[in-house]
Nanobody
């Protein structure tokens, strides 16, 4: 069992930056793939970024060049650094863990989810 707790969301202006954190429980964190998804009101949950057990990273086209996913296995934590934020980035951001170790672009590919953290970007 893995528990995930996100933090770092908030209200910012367009062009600002935020860093989300996701703290995971469990001794096998380093073997999991970790992903970030987001869900805006009235929309489906969508892929944002993911990082494999070996550090390979993947991004949605909409955030490529602006967001950076990273992990610190010593701290059982995955991060999402978000720069040049836009109003369309407004959503609840969720952290997810995938047992297989390799990333998936689909929410259904993940085994554990956090409760989410709100990010609001004003224009």
């Amino acid at each position: 069992q893995v528990q995930l707790v996100e933090s770092g969301g908030g209200l910012v202006q367009a062009g600002d930056s935020l860093r989300l954190s996701c703290a995971a429980s469990g001794r096998t964190f380093s073997s999991y793939a970790m992903g970030w998804f987001r869900q805006a009101p009235g929309k489906e949950r969508e892929f944002v970024a993911a990082i494999n057990w070996n550090g390979n990273t993947y991004y949605a086209d909409s955030v490529k060049g602006r967001f950076t996913i990273s992990r610190d296995n010593a701290k059982n934590t995955v991060y999402l650094a978000m720069n040049s934020l836009k109003p369309e980035d407004t959503a609840v951001y969720y952290c997810a863990a995938r047992y297989s170790g390799t990333s998936s672009y689909s929410p259904g590919g993940y085994d554990y989810w956090g409760q989410g953290t709100q990010v609001t970007v004003s224009s």
